[in-house]
């Protein structure tokens, strides 16, 4: 079973200036899609043919490097779509609370994600993530990936620097502030706080 591009949840103009339409056709029609298209050329007529993305990604960790790659970075890129959007949200209570608990507010949680981005050697990823009950941002390198971790995802940002080269230079800094402080999607944090278990690649 081939798996597809997900499509973007919103318009390719939705979330700038923080992230422009140019960027978009380049990061998600150029640079998922490869993940995408290299995953399925891997799997095709294997045992992980009819298998879910996220069962690809357990049985490729550790065992078949190239494939585990890009099976998680098909994942991670279509949480990150997720995770952005050009409306305003804000967070269930529960999550709100949970949020001051590990935090002590939303304006602390947001500067530890831009402080832990900026922070981020090389390429990799800065998630906002629950395990029992309790909320923690947690970093992956390269294309590594929470999707079969212990962890329960909430949110993630991509730092990789084709995330925001276009629009930002190499201002990781300036590319986190616009995103953190106004296109995060807490309805989708708090969907996935109340769901209890790590999203599901929609395919």
Do not use: C
């Not at 095709?44 to 078949?64: I, K, P, Q, W």
């Not at 279509?78 to 804000?90: D, I, M, N, P």
């Amino acid at each position: 079973m081939a798996f597809d591009l997900i499509d973007l949840p919103y318009a390719d103009d939705a979330l700038a200036p923080a992230i422009s339409s140019e960027t978009l056709s380049f990061h998600h029609g150029k640079h998922h899609k490869a993940y995408v298209d290299k995953m399925n050329a891997a799997i095709e007529g294997t045992a992980h043919d009819d298998a879910t993305l996220e069962a690809v990604v357990a049985a490729a960790r550790g065992a078949n490097a190239g494939l585990f790659n890009n099976a998680a970075q098909t994942w991670n890129h279509a949480f990150y779509w997720h995770s952005l959007t050009g409306e305003a949200t804000a967070p269930s209570a529960d999550l709100a609370a949970k949020i001051d608990e590990a935090f002590g507010s939303m304006d602390e949680l947001k500067s530890q994600l831009k402080a832990r981005g900026a922070g981020h050697f090389a390429s990799g990823w800065v998630w906002l993530a629950e395990k029992d009950g309790k909320l923690s941002i947690e970093e992956t390198h390269d294309g590594d990936t929470l999707a079969d971790s212990g962890f329960n995802p909430l949110l993630t940002i991509d730092v990789w620097e084709h995330a925001y080269y276009i629009d930002h230079r190499n201002a990781r800094p300036a590319y986190l502030d616009a995103v953190v402080d106004g296109k995060l999607n807490w309805a989708f944090a708090s969907e996935n706080l109340a769901r209890g278990s790590a999203w599901v690649y929609p395919n």
